[in-house]
Each structure stands twice: as C-alpha cells, then as structure tokens.
C-alpha cells in the first residue's frame, strides 16, 4: 500500500519490513534505488480485526445500487483505507515505470492504432487466426454467448470423461458464469491463480481484473482459509497463507483431467495465443493435464508476432508497475499425446462493434490502470459494481451486457478523465461515461427522480438570469436556514460532506461591479 501523497522520502514506510530487503545483495538496482517488485508494497494493520464489506446486492435485472454498496465499504475504514492506498501505490508504480521510457506516449499511440486496425478488419484477422491455429493442431470453435461457450467447454470435457479442471485466471470465464455452470452438470473447476483461489473459496466474484482480491486484508484470508483449508484462523502471516494454498491446491493440479486458460494476446499471423501471469499457474494449467482448453474474447487478436512486443511493453508496466509479468507464455499447438482447443467468444463484442461511440472498448488489454486511478473505485471496492467488470471500464462495458441492470454505473464517476490518461491503449474512457449516461436517459432506463431533476437544471441552466436569482436564494438560504433544515434527506451532498460556505458575491456580480458589463 501506499501513502496517497506519494511523498519519495516516505516510501519505504509503506513497505512491510520483510519486503524492504534493504540490504539485498542481489536486488536489481535502476537509478541508484532498488527496483520495487509489483505486488511486494503492503502495510499490515495495527488494529483490531473489521468484517469485510460484501458487494453489491443483486436482485435479477433491478439496477445495481452501487452506492448503497460503497456505502456499506467505506463503513469499514480499514478495507477502505487499504484498498485506497494498495491501488493508488499501483498507480504509482505505474508512473515510475512510465517516466523511465522516453517513448512512453508513442507506445500508447501504437498500441491504439494496432488494436483499432484490427478491430475495423476483425473479420479477417479472426479468419486467418482460425486457419493458422488449426495447421497448428489446435481445434477452433466459435461461440456466439456466454451459454454457448460454456457448453462447448462442456462438451469437450465430457467427450474425454473430464470430471475435473484446473484454470488461470480468465476474465471471459467469469463474464460466462463458467464456474456456475460447470458446477451445475457435476463438473469440479479448481482456480490456480491464488486472488481467484482466496475468492473462489470465499464464493465471491473477483473484485479487480488484475488483483482479484485486493479488497481483502490478510486476516480476511486467514478466515477464509480456516473455514475452508483447517488452516490457523489467529495466523495471518501471508508466507504461512501462500504456502497452506499452494499445499492444498498442488495435489488437485497433478490431478486434474484438464486444463483451461484465458488469452492475453491472440496473434493472427501465427495462430498462437500468449497468456501473461505472476505465478505461473497458466503453465500448470496448459501443460500438467493432457487436454488445454483456451477461452478467448474475439476482441484479443493482433494483426502480428512484431506488434505482440508493443503491448508487452505496455500491459504489466501500466497493471502492477513491473517492468513485464514473471510468465510471458506462448501457446502454438498441443503437446505430444495431448490436445489442445480453442473457443472464441463473441457474447455481445459484434455488436459493441457497431455502436459508433462506444467500439473502441474493445481495445481494452485489461491491465486495470484506470481501476487503480479512478478515486470512486478506490474508495468503493470492485464488489460495490455488482459485475464481472468493474472500476472505470466497467462502467462502458457493463451497460452492453444488461443496460437495465448496470444503469446506474456510468454515474459512479466523477469524470476527472484521469482513466484515460492512463489508458495504456487510449480508450476516451471518461467521455465514453458520460456518452452512456446521455444513451441510457434516452432509453429512459435512468429514474424518474433523476431525471427531472437533470431536467430542472437543464432549464435553469441556459437561462441565466433565472440562475443568478437562484444562486442569490440559495446563498442567503445556507447563511440563514438552521443546519438540520440544510442538511436533509433531500440534500445527497450533505450526507458525507460539509456544503460550502456561500461566498460574499457570485462572480458575476463582482464582474459587474469591477468591469461594468465589460467583456
């Protein structure tokens, strides 16, 4: 974690005493200071135990109240607090990383033009992809939904008797409620990556695409892997925790019938597919079982092998702050005596493609970067979304699935822009936000309250003269008005915040009174 202000003096106060290393004699030294390993910046909390805040309640498609669930974790200050400052220390890892490269900016540019080439010839990349992977020995099939891929992942496990399945982490496999599905027709899935793992076990969905379970402490995981591992509920050591995971989840890798992978980077030209990780648990999952199954979004090819260097470069640096992930993993074909498969997915990208504001979504590489920049997520925790896709880019991805449901989302955003900034492919993330609210009042899917009141300022807004008696009202009613009348049920930004003292004159009528009119 990390101290918001980022203050360089103060740096090695953030870190745990057993990840400073100070005296390491094999540390990798850049510019006289050590290099910081990506996910190694945690503080412990000196305070008693909190309860981890849940997510967002769902009922069925009724929109998602992500404030009432970002509420409930900013309640609990030690989750709030830790999460706050662990993603913000992402960020600024991140920066670092990104003012050692003087060509920083145009490998943005290059990434965006790559990703944007390809996704307007989408057609025929995925058809030579197709025809490159199969010359390769890999089966391809092609899944138009979320229900089609997960009964064809069904189908092949069942021709080869699979009653088990290990898996790294696969944000397309959580969007297709694959776990679900596959547990419903007898099927164990067991996660390798150990964020997943904890959440798996914890039955939560990942609250981050990068960290999947950044939003808990330590002693939150020592709960859980009590209840679940026998393992000490008053130890919360993380060496003790990683190893007790790794101890229980060995024997179910060398056992497993088969082995699913996400997709990083789909190359066209090769028919290979790249998978990026920290643990290594895509190798485990891609080789230790005789079968590999790899699920991937159509939106993750690239034109060629030489553009593949482009987002490497960009994908870790603009995640974790490292210079690249531990595991960079190409796939070509299946092994001697195994097989491998491939399932693409359309489940809605087709038709995000034809939506002429919101397309360039699909560039996303989903490194996060504008999840640990965005200071409504920080603060809210990836749960409070209550989808597969949280944070920033979520909040243009998820009105695509379900616009009833996740109707509220686009306004969980103060649109500072900096999302964009970090952007690592480009994407207008927060012009995207507000472009999503403006679609989903024209699609009357945002409430009635709301609406009217954005309707109400609409038409005090373009007449000025009606505003400036307003402002006068409103002003004489904040120095006069006792403060319980203020601060109401009505009045949403006095409920976590003091309202600003009215100032002794609006500036238009200070304009007034020093340049006459003047313009």
Same mark, same amino acid.
């Given at each position: 974690? !990390?101290?918001?202000?980022?203050?360089?003096?103060?740096?090695?106060?953030?870190?745990?005493?057993?990840?400073?290393?100070?005296?390491?004699?094999?540390?990798?030294?850049?510019?006289?200071?050590?290099?910081?390993?990506?996910?190694?910046?945690?503080?412990?909390?000196?305070? +008693?135990?909190?309860? +981890?805040?849940?997510?967002?309640?769902?009922?069925?498609?009724?929109?998602?109240?992500?404030?009432?669930?970002?509420?409930?974790?900013?309640?609990?200050?030690q989750?709030?607090?830790?999460?706050?400052?662990?993603?913000?220390d992402?960020?600024?890892?991140?920066?670092?990383?990104?003012?050692?490269?003087? @060509?920083?900016?145009?490998?943005?540019?290059?990434?965006?033009?790559?990703?944007?080439?390809?996704?307007?010839?989408?057609?025929?990349?995925?058809?030579?992809?197709?025809?490159?992977?199969?010359?390769?020995?890999?089966?391809?099939?092609?899944?138009? %939904?979320?229900?089609?891929?997960?009964?064809?992942?069904?189908?092949?496990?069942?021709?080869?008797?699979?009653?088990?399945?290990i898996?790294?982490?696969?944000?397309?496999?959580?969007?297709?409620?694959?776990?679900?599905?596959?547990?419903?027709?007898?099927? @164990?899935?067991?996660?390798?990556?150990?964020g997943?793992?904890?959440?798996?076990?914890?039955?939560?969905?990942?609250?981050?695409?990068?960290?999947?379970?950044?939003?808990?402490?330590?002693?939150?995981?020592?709960?859980?892997?009590?209840?679940?591992?026998?393992t000490?509920?008053?130890?919360?050591d993380?060496h003790?925790?990683?190893?007790?995971?790794?101890?229980?989840?060995?024997?179910?890798?060398?056992?497993?019938?088969?082995?699913?992978?996400?997709?990083?980077?789909?190359?066209?030209?090769?028919?290979?597919?790249?998978?990026?990780?920290?643990?290594?648990?895509? %190798?485990?999952?891609?080789?230790?079982?005789?079968?590999?199954?790899?699920?991937?979004?159509?939106?993750?090819?690239?034109?060629?092998? @030489?553009?593949?260097?482009?987002?490497?470069?960009?994908?870790?640096? !603009?995640?974790?702050?490292?210079?690249?992930?531990?595991?960079?993993?190409?796939?070509?074909?299946?092994?001697?005596?195994? @097989?491998?498969?491939?399932v693409?997915?359309?489940?809605?990208?087709?038709?995000?493609?034809?939506?002429?504001?919101?397309?360039?979504?699909?560039?996303?590489?989903?490194?996060?970067?504008?999840?640990?920049?965005?200071?409504?997520?920080?603060?809210?925790?990836?749960?409070?979304?209550?989808?597969?896709?949280s944070?920033p880019?979520?909040?243009?991805?998820?009105?695509?699935?379900?616009?009833?449901?996740?109707?509220?989302?686009?306004?969980?955003?103060?649109?500072?822009?900096?999302?964009?900034?970090?952007?690592?492919?480009?994407?207008?993330?927060?012009?995207?936000?507000?472009?999503?609210?403006?679609?989903?009042?024209?699609?009357?899917?945002?409430?009635?309250?709301?609406?009217?009141?954005?309707?109400?300022?609409?038409?005090?807004?373009?007449?000025?003269?009606?505003?400036?008696?307003?402002?006068?009202?409103?002003?004489?009613?904040?120095?006069?008005?006792?403060?319980?009348?203020?601060?109401?049920?009505?009045?949403?930004?006095?409920?976590?915040?003091?309202?600003?003292?009215?100032?002794?004159?609006?500036?238009?009528?200070?304009? +007034?009174?020093?340049?006459?009119?003047?313009?």
């Amino acid at each position: 974690m !990390s101290n918001p202000v980022g203050q360089a003096g103060d740096r090695h106060a953030m870190l745990h005493p057993e990840l400073r290393a100070e005296h390491d004699g094999d540390a990798i030294i850049r510019n006289g200071q050590r290099l910081d390993h990506a996910e190694g910046a945690s503080t412990p909390l000196h305070s +008693q135990p909190e309860k +981890q805040p849940r997510g967002a309640r769902i009922h069925g498609s009724r929109p998602v109240d992500q404030a009432e669930a970002a509420a409930r974790f900013i309640a609990a200050p030690q989750h709030e607090k830790m999460h706050d400052e662990r993603l913000w220390d992402l960020r600024q890892k991140r920066d670092r990383e990104m003012h050692g490269i003087p @060509e920083w900016e145009e490998l943005r540019s290059l990434a965006s033009a790559i990703k944007e080439h390809t996704l307007t010839r989408l057609d025929q990349y995925l058809e030579q992809f197709e025809a490159n992977a199969r010359s390769n020995g890999i089966t391809v099939h092609w899944a138009r %939904d979320a229900a089609e891929h997960n009964r064809i992942v069904h189908g092949i496990l069942k021709d080869h008797g699979a009653k088990s399945l290990i898996k790294s982490k696969s944000m397309l496999t959580e969007e297709c409620g694959f776990r679900a599905y596959m547990a419903s027709v007898g099927i @164990e899935v067991i996660e390798t990556d150990l964020g997943e793992r904890i959440q798996q076990l914890d039955n939560e969905d990942p609250s981050h695409v990068v960290v999947p379970a950044v939003h808990k402490l330590r002693t939150d995981v020592a709960e859980v892997f009590s209840k679940t591992l026998g393992t000490d509920p008053e130890n919360s050591d993380v060496h003790y925790l990683a190893e007790a995971q790794r101890d229980a989840t060995r024997p179910l890798i060398l056992a497993a019938d088969a082995g699913m992978t996400g997709c990083n980077f789909a190359v066209a030209e090769t028919g290979t597919f790249v998978v990026c990780t920290n643990e290594g648990n895509a %190798d485990l999952s891609a080789n230790v079982p005789k079968l590999h199954i790899a699920s991937i979004g159509i939106e993750k090819v690239i034109p060629r092998l @030489e553009h593949l260097a482009v987002f490497v470069r960009l994908l870790s640096r !603009s995640a974790l702050g490292s210079p690249m992930t531990q595991y960079t993993s190409h796939f070509r074909g299946p092994r001697v005596g195994g @097989e491998t498969h491939i399932v693409l997915v359309d489940n809605g990208r087709s038709e995000r493609l034809g939506l002429s504001e919101f397309w360039t979504s699909l560039k996303c590489i989903r490194c996060g970067a504008c999840m640990n920049t965005c200071p409504v997520y920080r603060r809210s925790g990836g749960l409070s979304y209550g989808a597969t896709y949280s944070g920033p880019i979520g909040l243009i991805i998820d009105p695509t699935f379900n616009a009833k449901k996740y109707s509220n989302l686009p306004f969980a955003s103060s649109l500072n822009g900096s999302c964009t900034n970090v952007c690592p492919v480009k994407i207008n993330i927060h012009e995207q936000i507000y472009a999503w609210r403006r679609e989903l009042v024209r699609r009357h899917e945002v409430p009635m309250a709301k609406k009217a009141a954005m309707k109400a300022a609409g038409e005090l807004l373009s007449h000025p003269a009606a505003y400036r008696a307003a402002i006068d009202v409103a002003d004489a009613a904040l120095a006069h008005l006792p403060r319980f009348v203020i601060y109401n049920g009505l009045n949403a930004w006095g409920k976590h915040r003091e309202v600003p003292h009215p100032p002794p004159q609006t500036f238009h009528s200070w304009h +007034q009174a020093n340049r006459g009119g003047a313009s």
